[in-house]
T-cell receptor
Framework: GAGVSQTPSNKVTEKGKYVELRCDPI?????LYWYRQSLGQGPEFLIY????????DSGLPNDRFFAVRPEGSVSTLKIQRTERGDSAVYLC?????????????FGPGTRLTVL | KNEVEQSPQNLTAQEGEFITINCSYS?????LHWLQQHPGGGIVSLFM???GKKKHGRLIATINIQEKHSSLHITASHPRDSAVYIC????????????FGTGTSLTVIP
């Protein structure tokens, strides 16, 4: 596809359940970012991948959150024992390699609702 | 402390008006990003800049490194410009992550 895609677009789950959110970056983009956006707030950084490795995971709120990118393309954000406070839109972005001002291209987001 | 502040928080304008949205940040940056988010929609990148000025159509973005301030201008505003505009900065001392402002909600009335 031409842009960043994310699946599912909406996810409703119950408190305590496990969820996986998927991001397909633009082909050739080695940098991939996960953000979380709560209602009325700007996006909040979670984790950044360069290739297969997590170059910066300082934004993950706690150890219930984990993300992988095993082949350096698709990434999965995993949330264990979900809590109501995890409800938010989870955004993925990717960018071309190199350059400190590389533009990020955002996906449509996954809206997670924890009941 | 790394902070990003936007003003105004909400803005209503008549069609055709010139619009300015401001972004201030606390410490030195390596890049600043202006983004547009439509209600229920995804985020679209408008500009990425680290100095000077960029123009694309009716949109102009400027940055003043010394004053730690950036502005996004919209000339001849149109109802389709109605969206949330978000400023995001990459601070010079924090690697690759971006810090986002809370956004400016713009409504352009016909």
């Amino acid at each position: 596809g031409a842009g960043v895609s994310q699946t599912p677009s909406n996810k409703v789950t119950e408190k305590g359940k496990y969820v996986e959110l998927r991001c397909d970056p633009i082909s050739g983009h080695t940098a991939l970012y996960w953000y979380r956006q709560s209602l009325g707030q700007g996006p909040e950084f979670l984790i950044y991948f360069q290739g297969t490795g997590a170059a910066d995971d300082s934004g993950l709120p706690n150890d219930r959150f984990f993300a992988v990118r095993p082949e350096g393309s698709v990434s999965t954000l995993k949330i264990q024992r979900t809590e109501r406070g995890d409800s938010a839109v989870y955004l993925c972005a990717s960018s071309f390699p190199g350059g400190r001002t590389d533009t990020q291209y955002f996906g449509p987001g996954t809206r997670l609702t924890v009941l | 402390k790394n902070e990003v502040e936007q003003s105004p928080q909400n803005l209503t304008a008549q069609e055709g008006e010139f619009i300015t949205i401001n972004c201030s940040y606390s410490v030195g940056i390596s890049a600043l990003h202006w983004l547009q988010q439509h209600p229920g929609g995804g985020i679209v990148s408008l500009f990425m800049l680290s100095s000077g000025k960029k123009k694309h159509g009716r949109l102009i973005a400027t940055i003043n490194i010394q004053e730690k301030h950036s502005s996004l201008h919209i000339t001849a505003s149109h109802p389709r410009d109605s969206a949330v505009y978000i400023c995001a900065v990459r601070f010079a001392d924090t690697g690759n992550q971006f810090y986002f402002g809370t956004g400016t909600s713009l409504t352009v009335i016909p």
